[in-house]
Nanobody, 121 residues
């Protein structure tokens, strides 16, 4: 079992930046793919970014390419989502996930409870 706890959400103006963190429990952090999804009001949850078990490969949704980066720090069992040039349409609850393997849809096996990001115009 993997437990995930997100933090770092908040209110930011358009064009600003935020860094989300996802702290994980357990001793197998380095064996999981880690990812971020988001759910905007009235919309389905969508993939944002993912990173391979060793950080060597990263994957991004087209809507965030060039603005968001994902990284992981094994010593802290933590994955980060750096969000720059934020837009009002980035407003959503952001969820961290962990997966034993990379799936075509980036589906996750474990989920956090989410952290709210609000971007004002």
């Amino acid at each position: 079992q993997v437990q995930l706890v997100e933090s770092g959400g908040g209110l930011v103006q358009a064009g600003g930046s935020l860094r989300l963190s996802c702290a994980t429990s357990g001793r197998t952090f380095s064996s999981y793919y880690m990812g971020w999804f988001r759910r905007a009001p009235g919309k389905e949850r969508e993939f944002v970014a993912a990173v391979s078990w060793n950080g060597g490969s990263t994957y991004f949704a087209d809507s965030v390419k060039g603005r968001f980066t994902i990284s992981r720090e094994s010593a802290k069992n933590t994955v980060y989502l750096q969000m720059n040039s934020l837009k009002p349409e980035d407003t959503a609850v952001y969820y961290c996930g962990a997966a034993r393997r990379l799936r075509p849809d980036y589906g996750m096996d474990y989920w956090g409870k989410g952290t709210l990001v609000t971007v004002s115009s």
